[in-house]
Structure formats: structure tokens, C-alpha cells
């Protein structure tokens, strides 16, 4: 676990730098990262990842991601397992896969208007063979209710080259990566990635049937809610503020113009 620990502390910007750098222009250039609300409805909808391999006496954890509508924390969330807490496989050697928000964790529960979730690929165990071992992480939306209008994607945040868009309709999607050397496992963590949901729409953000349920257009719903939520400010590790698009931690003028760019777009 301290190992865990320390590897994602000395990475642990990079999604911070990520956002800062990339939201506003992904959103312009139609990607909408800063609409990445996750999966929306009141009831939990999940997303299973696997850190996967075909080589023998290797144990593979699968991760879950979950979205609330109400009642979820950003942070710490009493529906997050911590992946301490999952019974032992029966192998000495582990390819893990796991989000560490505030601890290392096989299931991440999130609010819906979450900008996403950092997952990472680590691998603890004996020595790698010669030419290392096959690996990939597959990818598995377990139920769509609530992605009507929305994407699944997932960014590479060791090389912003690779983008992943998610089918949604329960299939497996395989996200292929080199072979996993002894090399790489010594970096500790060998992948850093970045789950979001964006609207199809950069700007829809809600609608009349209530927060966060989407309906596939920019119009006066998505104003409203930054008008509601105006000049409100949101301190580090807290929820984000509904109406607060750019993820900068207030709603103010930037929401706006996000909005008002794609303003009529739609069905």
C-alpha cells in the first residue's frame, strides 16, 4: 500500500494539469471534456475496467466506476471500496487497476456532475519474463441509461495521442498496450488514464426534466443553470458547483460562453 501510495503522489498532478490545460479548448473543438458529467440517473450505473493479461498466476482486479445524481461525493463516498477490502486472488503476483481520489480504490462512486475519474495500471509480483507479458485494459459500460447523449471516453494522460471512445452498447472494448516489461513494472505505475462521459452537445448540461439529465441540445435549461449557480465557488476536494462547465471551481462568465458557443445546437 505505501507503495501505492507514493507512486501516485508522484504523479498525481497530471489530471490537474490535464484539465487546466485541455477543457476549455477540447470543449470548443467539440471533444467537450468540460461537459464530462458521468452516467446521471438517481440509481448507480456502472462502468467495469480490467487490467488484463492471458499470462498464467497473474491475479486481475476488476474497477468500477459509479455516478449518483444525488447524494455522492466527490472525495470520500460510502459507496467506494477500497481495493485492500477486496478478498486476496489466489496468486502472488497482482495487475492492478484502481482510482486513488483520497485511497486506493476497486470501486469509485462519484456525483454525476464529477469532470471524471483518473484511474492507473500498476503491477506488484515477481520478475517478468524476457520480453515482458501481453496486457491491456478492457473496458465494459454495463448499463447506458442515462449516456442517451453522451459519450464515453477515456484519455491517455502518458500520451495525449491516444483517445478511446467507449461503445456503449455492452460489449467489450479492448484498449491494446505494449507488452508490460519488468522495466515498466519498476516505473511502479506504468498507465495513467482518464475516464469522462461528455454531451454530444458541448453545453447541454441539463434540461426540463430536471439536473443533469441531458436532452441533446444547448438552450435556455443549460443558461438557467448557471444562472442559478452564479458567482458560486467550490473549494478544492468539495463537489462541483452545478453550472460550473470549465471545472475552475466558480460559475461565472466562462460557463456562459461555453454555453452560448453551442447555444441552439442540437436536436
Known amino acids: 500500500m505505501e507503495k501505492i501510495v507514493k507512486s501516485v503522489k508522484k504523479i498525481g498532478k497530471n489530471i490537474l494539469d490535464f484539465c487546466k490545460h485541455n477543457s476549455k479548448g477540447l470543449v470548443f473543438m467539440g471533444v467537450g471534456l468540460s461537459m464530462g458529467y458521468l452516467i446521471n440517473t438517481t440509481n448507480a450505473e456502472r462502468i ?9 498466476n497473474i491475479n486481475k482486479n476488476n474497477f468500477y466506476v459509479e455516478t449518483y445524481l444525488d447524494d455522492a461525493n466527490e472525495m470520500e463516498d460510502n459507496r467506494d471500496i477500497p481495493l485492500e477490502d477486496v478478498p486476496p486472488g489466489p496468486y502472488p503476483n497482482d495487475l492492478m487497476i484502481y482510482s486513488f481520489p483520497y485511497d486506493v480504490l476497486e470501486t469509485d462512486a462519484r456525483p454525476w456532475n464529477t469532470p471524471g475519474i483518473e ?7 515477481s520478475t517478468l519474463p524476457s520480453g515482458g507479458i501481453n496486457n491491456s485494459v478492457k473496458v465494459k459500460v454495463l448499463d447506458s441509461n442515462g449516456l442517451e447523449h453522451r459519450k464515453v471516453m477515456i484519455y491517455d494522460l502518458f ?18 498496450l505494449p507488452n508490460l516489461t519488468q522495466e515498466m513494472a519498476d ?39 448557471v444562472a442559478d449557480n452564479w458567482l458560486n465557488e467550490t473549494l478544492e476536494g468539495e463537489n462541483y458547483s452545478w ?5 475552475d471551481r466558480i460559475t461565472n462568465f466562462q460557463d456562459y460562453v461555453v454555453i452560448s458557443r453551442s447555444y441552439g445546437n442540437g436536436e
Open 187 to 225: 516505473e511502479e505505475i506504468y498507465g495513467d488514464y482518464f475516464l469522462a462521459t461528455p454531451a454530444l452537445v458541448p453545453g447541454d448540461i441539463t434540461s426540463s426534466a430536471g439536473v443533469g439529465i441531458l436532452d441533446g441540445k444547448s438552450d435556455i435549461y443549460d443558461l438557467e443553470a
Open 119 to 125: 484511474f492507473f495500471l500498476e503491477y506488484d509480483g
Open 159 to 176: 500520451d495525449s495521442n491516444n483517445i478511446y471512445e467507449i461503445p456503449k452498447d455492452g460489449s467489450i472494448y479492448n484498449i491494446p
Open 48 to 56: 467495469m475496467l480490467k487490467n488484463s493479461t492471458t499470462a498464467s
Open 243 to 247: 453550472g460550473d462547465v470549465t471545472y
